[in-house]
């Protein structure tokens, strides 16, 4: 198993940034698929983004393109969100999760992850 765990999230200023990481421990040695999801309140969980293993494919969700940028740092076991020109409906509690799979592969459906971090509240004022 791997555990998971947020970080970074707060409280910001529309147009603002924030950078959230998600620190991985356990079954390290593992090539997991990465991805981010978020959850607004009242709404259903959604894609954010996800990156492969070697971090050579990522694809983001069409609200965040532009704006946003994951990456990883395997040697950590560390993925990062960066999260640029940010609007107020980007608030949400964000989470990472992780997928094992072919290496090289990414994901966009939450059923594909096994493993879920506890999230890191985002909120962006206006």
């Known amino acids: 198993q791997v555990q998971l765990v947020e970080s970074g999230g707060g409280l910001v200023q529309a147009g603002g940034s924030l950078r959230l990481s998600c620190a991985a421990s356990?079954?390290?040695?593992?090539?997991?698929?990465m991805g981010w999801f978020r959850q607004a309140p009242g709404k259903e969980r959604e894609f954010v983004a996800t990156?492969?293993?070697?971090?050579?494919?990522?694809d983001y969700a069409d609200s965040v393109k532009g704006r946003f940028t994951v990456s990883r740092i395997n040697a950590k076991n560390t993925v990062y969100l960066e999260m640029n020109s940010l609007k107020p409906e980007d608030t949400a509690v964000y989470f990472c999760?992780?997928?094992?799979?072919?290496?090289?592969?990414?994901?966009?459906?939450?059923?594909?992850?096994?493993?879920w971090g506890q999230g890191t509240q985002v909120t962006v004022s206006s």
């Open positions: 999760a992780a997928a094992e799979g072919p290496w090289g592969a990414i994901y966009y459906s939450g059923y594909e992850y096994t493993y």
């Open positions: 356990g079954r390290t040695s593992t090539r997991y698929t």
């Open positions: 990156i492969n293993w070697s971090g050579g494919s990522t």
